[in-house]
């Protein structure tokens, strides 16, 4: 059995939270396990839950439709979530829900080892860069040191599911998706140059620059 399906094995048994006991399914993620692009977002909602399949309802469909712009297709990337069990009625995941799924993820992250890792909405963005805004960040590549998991580059956008409620956050959510391909190039051009690829402005407050590269 290969290194990742042994954790996705053991994802699927989890029961360290107590949202094991609420959802139907285990939903760990799918895509390349050697993809260059990871990405993130909160957790599995009614469709993921039911087809234990990450971003399957109309998020997920406009998620394929945002690949595709890259010239890549679901299958060439690495789709996950924060959380690996729905919460009840798709409320926000709790500090104690992520904490406890957290070590899935970074195992994820250190078998799959991403060039880039994309961070879908708030809650994602919040695991990584905590406090800071995700309308400030958002369309930034940034770099920063993860003591679990090394140096990673990160892309934060907004999830797909905003633009459903948000029209005007669909042309936004296209435009960053279409730097995504500038920002691959800039990593293996600048390997250990601090990051801000894309915008020339700071991307993170004064006070969390120490976490940055
Ligand atoms: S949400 Fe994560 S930690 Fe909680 S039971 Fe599911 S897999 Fe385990």
Same mark, same amino acid.
């Given at each position: 059995m290969s290194q990742y399906k042994n954790l996705e094995e053991k994802i699927k048994k989890c029961c360290k939270c107590h949202l094991r006991g609420t959802c139907l399914?285990?939903?760990?993620?799918e895509g390349d396990t050697?993809?260059?692009?990871?990405?993130?977002?909160?957790?599995?909602g009614e469709n993921e839950d039911k087809l234990a399949r990450p971003f399957?309802?109309?998020?997920?469909?406009?998620?394929?439709?945002?690949?595709?712009?890259?010239?890549?297709?679901?299958?060439?990337?690495?789709?996950a979530n924060i959380l690996k069990c729905r919460p009840p009625g798709n409320r926000d995941p709790l500090p104690e829900e992520v904490e406890a799924c957290w070590p899935w993820l970074v195992e994820q992250i250190k078998i799959i080892k991403p060039k880039l890792?994309?961070?879908?909405?708030?809650?994602?963005?919040?695991?990584?860069?905590?406090?800071? =805004? *995700?309308? &400030? /960040?958002?369309?930034?590549?940034?770099?920063r040191?993860?003591?679990? !998991?090394?140096?990673?580059?990160?892309? #934060?956008?907004?999830?797909p599911a905003a633009a459903?409620?948000?029209?005007?956050?669909?042309?936004?959510?296209?435009?960053?998706?279409? =730097? *995504?391909? &500038? /920002?691959?190039?800039a990593i293996d051009k600048k390997k250990?140059?601090? !990051?801000?690829?894309?915008?020339?402005? #700071?991307?993170?407050e004064e006070n969390k620059q120490e976490a940055l590269f």
């Open positions: 399914n285990v939903v760990p993620g050697s993809a260059e692009i990871m990405f993130i977002g909160e957790g599995p399957v309802g109309a998020a997920g469909k406009f998620l394929d439709e945002l690949i595709a712009i890259i010239g890549k297709k679901r299958e060439d990337v690495f789709i890792i994309v961070l879908l909405g708030r809650h994602a963005m919040e695991r990584f860069f905590p406090g800071q =805004k *995700i309308s &400030k /960040v958002r369309g930034q590549a940034l770099r040191e993860v003591s679990e !998991i090394g140096k990673q580059v990160f892309y #934060v956008m907004y999830h459903l409620y948000q029209g005007s956050l669909r042309e936004v959510l296209i435009a960053d998706f279409k =730097k *995504i391909p &500038k /920002v691959l190039e250990d140059m601090p !990051i801000n690829y894309v915008e020339e402005k #700071v991307a993170v």
